[in-house]
């Protein structure tokens, strides 16, 4: 099982010195909006360097395939890949993958990433329902992981068996309240254990880094 940060901060100078502190303990680093609106998509390459790590960036795509395409191209041009949502339909998830296999090579592949069920409480409402449908669209489409939620490990569970394989990047742990235990009884060699805050608020995130991944891989 492995270890993934979600480098949810604002600050440029904060990202990469967290980035730079984590990195023997982490093993991918994950930004989304906040960083890059905040710095430029460029930071991408800068943790990169710094780290020698692969970032993901979670932008949660939800578009038609046409802008889907070009949020791919700019966005892969730096990530190793993207995570987009499911529920707008296979044709804008392809539009990804088109990208992500024209932009990569065998020895660096891009990758998609697809969201079923996200872990926050209002999640139940509407993407929880469809959530089971996502997951089977997911597989159908070979997309290369997919997140399910760590706050509700019985619907982690249920999702894990209906991808088989695909890797699972999992939120929730921390910050959220995601039980630890019980998503390492679920998890497997390959896939994603997902912190945030848990990390990057506290007071030394290398040491929570440390601890986190001490925690993962007593699995």
Do not use: W
Not at 86 to 110: C, L, R, T, W
Request: aromatic letters at 4%.
């Amino acid at each position: 099982m492995k270890l993934m940060l979600a480098l949810d901060v604002m600050s440029k100078n904060e990202a990469l010195k967290i980035a730079e502190e984590t990195k023997d303990f982490v093993d991918i680093i994950k930004i989304g909006y906040p960083l890059v609106l905040s710095t430029g998509i460029e930071i991408v390459k800068e943790i990169k360097n710094k780290t020698n790590k692969e970032v993901v960036c979670d932008f949660k795509v939800a578009d038609i395939p046409a802008t889907n395409e070009k949020i791919a191209k700019t966005t892969l041009k730096y990530a190793d890949a993207i995570i987009c949502q499911g529920f707008v339909g296979k044709d804008s998830v392809m539009a990804i993958q088109k990208v992500a296999e024209e932009y990569g090579n065998k020895g660096a592949p891009k990758k998609v990433i697809m969201v079923t069920e996200m872990s926050h409480p209002s999640a139940v409402e509407f993407l929880q329902p469809v959530a089971d449908d996502l997951a089977k669209m997911a597989k159908e489409l070979g997309v290369d992981g997919v997140v399910a939620p760590s706050t509700r490990p019985e619907r982690l569970k249920e999702i894990k068996e209906i991808v088989g394989d695909i890797p699972i990047i999992s939120p929730g742990v921390g910050a959220q309240g995601g039980d630890l235990d019980k998503v390492l009884e679920i998890l497997g060699d390959n896939d994603y254990v997902i912190v945030g805050r848990g990390i990057y608020e506290h007071n030394n995130p290398k040491e929570s880094a440390k601890h986190y991944k001490k925690l993962i891989s007593k699995n």
